[in-house]
């Protein structure tokens, strides 16, 4: 490891193996949520959480969240999650409500959910099947012991995070989110990122990579080269990277049984996604990055 412990690091199927625990664990959380994974999710997931080490009262964002499952899983080991997305998340389900501590970091960013309801039930949906969504929710949220840690909903672009002072986080986790901004945009992302980290805090992410940067229209995301990730992450040339491998870790992530036939649902009904109409066919490899904030300097 590098002396600042920066790591630019193509992610590869044994993760899997390595730290089947954690795997499991995140399986059953998503499906305890009604969720799925991403068809790399699990590599990304799992990488990110062995950068992080201890988590319980930890002050974490996670960028570009969605109701994705890592800030979950933070809060259900005691951190308190900032969970950052431009897709607003104030009609947040009754499932993720009644489990964890979820709150609004304004109050415009989490609608009551009493008033959620109300206003569903004045759309033209059968009322009938809107009962029967707020049923499940709540079985869903109502066995589980609630979470120790807790989630703050922050509606908010990530070029810009008005509401998070400098040097307050101790961590920053973004799973396969920043590649979905336009490349003019990803460095200011990571600067208003690393503004809010603390010295010694660390920003671990996934993007997608690939030899030369390009557009994977199926999924709206960019493709990162090796020089371009090390320019807009600032990483010194000692931090070493595994990209002359990228052919070969291509290759095992295609041939993986375990990705392929766990597939995502989701994936089967469009061809706006990572892996268009279901087929199995991964054009990119998964990255992971370790930008670690540099310490004050001292007298």
């Known amino acids: 490891m590098n002396a600042t412990g920066d790591k630019l690091e193509l992610l590869q199927i044994n993760l899997l193996d390595q730290h089947r625990e954690v795997v499991t664990v995140l399986r059953q959380l998503a499906d305890s949520l009604g969720l799925e994974f991403g068809w790399h999710y699990l590599l990304d997931l799992t990488w990110i959480l062995c950068q ?15 109701t994705g499952i890592l800030q979950w899983y933070l809060a259900e080991y005691g951190a308190t999650i900032i969970s950052a997305d431009r897709t607003s998340r104030a ?16 109050k415009k960013d989490l609608t009551p959910y009493p008033q ?12 009938t099947a809107r009962l029967g969504q707020q049923a499940m929710d709540l079985a869903r949220g109502s066995t589980w012991k609630r979470s120790p840690g807790k989630v703050l909903i922050y509606n908010q672009d990530l070029r810009s995070l008005p509401d998070i002072p400098d040097q307050s ?50 999924s709206s995301g960019w493709c990162y080269s090796e020089a371009s990730l090390r320019r807009v992450f600032q990483l010194d040339p000692e931090v070493r990277s595994n990209y002359d491998r990228y052919p070969e870790i291509l290759q095992s992530i295609r041939d993986s049984a375990e990705l392929r036939d766990n597939l995502a649902r989701f994936y089967f009904r469009s061809d706006q996604n990572g892996m268009p109409w279901g087929k199995w066919d991964p054009q990119y490899v998964p990255v992971g990055i370790c930008k670690v904030k540099a310490l004050k300097a001292t007298d």
Not at 97 to 104: A, D, H, P
Not at 186 to 195: P, S, T
């Open 52 to 66: 992080l080490g201890s988590i319980k009262g930890k002050r974490i964002l996670d960028a570009g969240a969605g």
């Open 116 to 127: 959620v309801i109300k206003s569903n039930l004045s759309r033209q949906i059968s009322f």
């Open 91 to 106: 009609n947040l389900p009754l499932r993720f409500r009644t489990r964890f501590n979820v709150q609004g970091l304004r």
């Open 169 to 218: 986080l101790d961590a920053i986790v973004a799973v396969s989110a920043l590649e979905h901004n336009q490349p003019e945009d990803l460095e200011v992302v990571v600067a208003e990122l690393m503004r809010v980290l603390k010295p010694g805090g660390i920003l671990a992410a996934s993007l997608n990579a690939a030899p030369e940067d390009w557009w994977h229209a199926p």
